[in-house]
């Protein structure tokens, strides 16, 4: 196997690669020793025909239909086409969106360039240009966008790179977007193995072992038994693209690896500052197809909160990406793991080279024309250390202004993010000129911040924020916490599966709440009654159930109420505060009464709230709520109290609250000091 050559950095040689190409067997990927340009680089050359664009830079060939702009064509690794073949060509590799014209929403298109360009062409770049304008004609029939799709070809280069502009005019109808992506369709022949982390990989199911007789549907039509699967080690597993969804923060490369030839396919995501929802948003990945996708824009794990709504007198502009599709190979009987580390490699050097200097967009800026920001972040909770506690791991941010928090639910526009060192220390680069709000939230530490003035961010700018201080909520000292603030119900018990239903993937692995049918397992542990949690005997590890779901009884669901006990030996006047964190909701409600089930009117209510869907998803978070809930000393009483939590809407299996975080505090002494209770 070769290895990886020093080279320096430049536009064009930067993407050398530790495997050389079957079809290329005296060519490397790399560059030479003194820096210079590959072997391999044998200039890229454009071909352009009458349905057809060939861009050729002789390490691979990529086709494009012509004017649609559809990627019909990938010849690499001595295989004429790595794109799936019997499929019709506008199903290989696409851009898409589905969107909502009212009254009719869930339109799905894919996009189809309606005039191409050549942008730039020359022996070490090739870029060129597919767009689909608007006009009111075709009101009601398309979305009302401007789209511009570009594809990039570098000399020396294993891959390509592909970005889209969207642009929406004042005047035009007013519309939503549900989702957004690319799409890439591999040859199910040759494409078998899956990778997206360490300790997410595998052979995966042929297409047709999801359909009968091969694959029972289950509880969705996304989840299916493998009951007779054409591998017969993969009997008996449940397959479930949603099982294979990453948080925006972690989805930076993920693909598929052939044996025969030995090629890897990949989809790198060098920055999140295109994507909407901040860095835990969970998107797609890859599955079965063999599919992968770079998702833009979803309501996966959010609901409607996350699909943008444009009124007609709104102008708008985004660049979506650029994302890098690279390709590797190896040689026959070497181990193809090694190709998913090669492709992790080629992540770092993507990660280390954004923003791209060579896309020729004007509405894609280079580093030079982008700003920074810089600081610390401190916390101050006098009731947990008198001194000021370190931001340690801090999730920073810069997203378009909005009240705190708000950067969950932002959408139209581009999100910067980082996190902060041991000592609260953080920089954001590469940000777009623009205003912004500076968010915030610390593992460990409940709630939101929001730096109290916006953020203007010019061409060159470094503004250093200096020291800044998040107070997070807190009235007086914790009497008892249930959980670890940390927007996820992670800590919290999670049953094994019902073993009909596994993925082994996922067996003692840490992310065991991906297994399917996990909801299912509450109403087996709790069939008659309800769960009680004592705060003086119980462990949230092992006695606290990751959701609170419906309960099924005969072919119905039931509302489900926790308790939760725990005593008081005085009690202080004044008012008590009981903080309930949610990491997800789906279509539901939490009701809280303090020492009286029965209480007509609970003492509190969220109302309907969440359509994250992230029970159904093998989510373990979705949006995240705080509730700061008034408890009058009236309602307690000396020794045993308790809580009753209510989650009352019971029409379906996924109803259900996934909560973070639960504290209970007392009313603060006179001296307001950090106190014990």
């Known amino acids: 196997m070769q290895g990886r050559r020093r080279r320096r950095r430049s536009n064009i040689n930067r993407h050398g690669s530790s495997f050389r190409c079957c079809c290329?067997?005296?060519?490397?990927?790399?560059?030479?020793?003194?820096?210079?340009?590959?072997?391999?680089h044998m200039g890229v050359k454009l071909q352009i025909q009458d349905k057809y664009v060939v861009i050729d830079n002789g390490i691979f060939q990529l086709t494009l239909s012509k004017p649609d702009g559809i990627v019909t064509g990938i010849r690499y690794n001595g295989?004429?086409?790595?794109?799936?073949?019997?499929?019709?060509?506008?199903?290989?590799?696409?851009?898409?969106l589905v969107w909502n014209d009212p009254p009719n929403p869930g339109k799905f298109d894919v996009i189809k360039g309606t005039s191409f360009e050549v942008i730039n062409a020359t022996e070490d770049q090739v870029e060129v240009s597919f767009k689909r304008p608007w006009n009111p004609s075709l009101a009601g029939s398309q979305v009302p966008l401007n789209i511009d799709k570009r594809f990039i070809v570098l000399g020396g280069s294993s891959g390509f790179y592909t970005y889209a502009i969207y642009e929406h005019l004042q005047g035009w109808p007013g519309f939503g977007i549900g989702e957004t992506r690319i799409a890439f369709k591999l040859r199910k022949d040759k494409f078998h193995y899956m990778a997206m982390a360490d300790n997410r990989q595998r052979v995966m199911p042929m297409p047709e072992d999801r359909l009968p007789p091969r694959g029972q549907p289950l509880a969705y039509p996304e989840a299916v038994l493998l009951v007779n699967p054409t591998n017969p080690d993969l009997k008996a597993e449940v397959d479930d693209k949603y099982q294979y969804s990453t948080d925006n923060k972690d989805n930076r490369v993920h693909g598929w690896i052939a044996a025969d030839p030995p090629t890897g396919f990949w989809v790198i995501t060098p920055s999140d500052e295109f994507k909407s929802g901040g860095p835990v948003k969970q998107n797609l990945t890859s599955h079965v197809g063999p599919t992968a996708l770079?998702?833009?824009?979803?309501?996966?794990?959010t609901g409607d909160d996350l699909s943008p709504k444009f009124q007609s007198d709104e102008q708008w502009k985004k660049v979506f990406g650029p994302i890098f599709i690279y390709l590797n190979s190896s040689k026959a009987g070497e181990d193809l793991r090694a190709l998913w580390d090669d492709a992790k490699t080629q992540m770092v050097i993507e990660i280390q080279t954004w923003p791209y200097n060579f896309p020729l967009s004007q509405d894609f800026p280079s580093s030079e024309h982008r700003g920074s920001v810089s600081g610390q972040l401190l916390v101050k909770d006098r009731y947990l250390d008198e001194d000021y506690i370190l931001g340690d791991s801090a999730y920073v941010g810069l997203a378009p202004p909005g009240d705190v928090g708000s950067w969950q639910k932002e959408c139209k526009g581009y999100q910067f993010w980082t996190r902060a060192d041991a000592n609260g220390y953080f920089s954001i680069t590469n940000i777009r000129i623009g205003n912004y709000n500076l968010f915030a939230w610390v593992p460990g530490v409940i709630g939101d911040y929001k730096y109290e003035d916006s953020v203007t961010v010019t061409e060159g700018s470094d503004i250093d924020l200096g020291v800044l201080i998040y107070e997070p909520p807190r009235d007086g000292p914790t009497l008892w916490e249930i959980g670890i603030p940390d927007r996820s119900a992670f800590e919290f018990y999670i049953p094994d599966p019902n073993p009909n239903y596994v993925n082994r993937l996922f067996i003692n692995h840490p992310d065991r709440f991906r297994q399917y049918g996990l909801w299912e397992r509450y109403t087996e542990l709790y069939p008659d009654s309800d769960l009680v949690y004592t705060v003086e005997s119980s462990d949230y590890q092992k006695d606290w159930f990751f959701a609170q779901v419906n309960?099924?009884?005969?072919n119905a669901f039931l509302p489900t109420t926790w308790q939760v006990k725990f005593r008081i030996d005085t009690i202080r006047q004044g008012t008590y505060k009981l903080r309930v964190a949610i990491?997800?909701?789906t279509l539901a409600e939490l009701q809280v009464r303090f020492n009286d089930p029965k209480l007509n009117r609970p003492h509190f209510t969220t109302g309907l709230i969440g359509r994250?869907?992230?029970?159904?998803?093998?989510?373990i978070h979705g949006l995240y709520w705080l509730f700061s809930i008034d408890a009058q000393s009236s309602w307690l009483v000396e020794g045993e109290n308790t809580i009753f939590l209510t989650q009352p809407r019971s029409t379906s299996p996924y109803q259900g609250i996934l909560y973070d975080y639960i504290r209970f505090e007392v009313p603060p002494s006179n001296s307001g000091s950090k106190a014990s209770v």
């Open 583 to 585: 990491a997800s909701a």
């Open 612 to 619: 994250d869907n992230s029970i159904a998803r093998h989510g």
């Open 294 to 301: 770079s998702v833009f824009l979803s309501s996966h794990y």
């Open 24 to 40: 290329l067997p005296t060519r490397s990927h790399g560059g030479d020793e003194d820096g210079s340009r590959p072997m391999s």
């Open 79 to 96: 295989v004429d086409n790595l794109l799936e073949i019997i499929n019709d060509e506008t199903n290989r590799g696409y851009w898409d």
């Open 551 to 554: 309960r099924k009884k005969d």
